[in-house]
T-cell receptor, first 115, second 114 residues
Framework: DTGVSQDPRHKITKRGQNVTFRCDPI?????LYWYRQTLGQGPEFLTY????????KSRLLSDRFSAERPKGSFSTLEIQRTEQGDSAMYLC?????????????FGPGTRLTVL | AQTVTQSQPEMSVQEAETVTLSCTYD???????LFWYKQPPSRQMILVIR??????QNATENRFSVNFQKAAKSFSLKISDSQLGDAAMYFC???????????FGQGTRLTINP
């Protein structure tokens, strides 16, 4: 299957710990997006990359959050000094930037629980 | 800033019947794109249908069709011949012409009654 993959699928951590999530987009997609989804809500945009360049960051992305896409392929999202309010599903999506938006294709998400 | 509103937190329909999910949005842009995504329980988000704002013709994908009213900023999803597998959260989403971030509505939980 060549869809978007995310690892890990679940992460439980204690408050104050650092966590890192990985996303592998569809191989030919040059755009990669991160969203956060809390229970019963729609996803909220965090940041996106075109190739290796991070082009936009949401105000939701505090200084404790950092994302990278070093070679324009996979991406990592790191949360430092986690807080209970960080508990959510973190979704990754990818798309092409050319030919009009055919839509973003989502991965299965990483569910983070901060105790 | 663009906003998307789904006013129906929950909807239910009998199997084989038709249901319409509502979505309104607010934008000052003239060119944009609208989407409906489906998120089954504990499963990933799937693109159901998309609509380009410059196209007057409503998009259709098999049993799924939209009613796009640009002046009213309304974008509803009609599901015909509902099936048990259609049960899911449905999200309406917007993106501007630059095709960057998606702005999502709050979602509508659809239940299919056998």
């Amino acid at each position: 299957d060549t869809g978007v993959s995310q690892d890990p699928r679940h992460k439980i951590t204690k408050r104050g710990q650092n966590v890192t999530f990985r996303c592998d987009p569809i191989s030919e997609h040059n755009r990669l997006y991160w969203y956060r989804q809390t229970l019963g809500q729609g996803p909220e945009f965090l940041t996106y990359f075109q190739n290796e360049a991070q082009l936009e960051k949401s105000r939701l992305l505090s200084d404790r959050f950092s994302a990278e896409r070093p070679k324009g392929s996979f991406s990592t999202l790191e949360i430092q000094r986690t807080e209970q309010g960080d508990s959510a599903m973190y979704l990754c999506a990818s798309s092409l930037s050319t030919g009009g938006p055919s839509g973003q294709f989502f991965g299965p998400g990483t569910r983070l629980t901060v105790l | 800033a663009q906003t998307v509103t789904q006013s129906q937190p929950e909807m239910s329909v009998q199997e084989a019947e038709t249901v319409t999910l509502s979505c309104t949005y607010d934008t000052s842009e003239s060119d944009y794109y609208l989407f409906w995504y489906k998120q089954p329980p504990s499963r990933q988000m799937i693109l159901v249908i998309r609509q380009e704002a410059y196209k007057q013709q409503n998009a259709t994908e098999n049993r799924f069709s939209v009613n796009f009213q640009k002046a009213a900023k309304s974008f509803s999803l009609k599901i015909s011949d509902s099936q048990l597998g259609d049960a899911a959260m449905y999200f309406c989403a917007y993106t501007g012409q630059g095709a960057q971030k998606l702005v999502f509505g709050q979602g509508t939980r659809l239940t299919i009654n056998p």
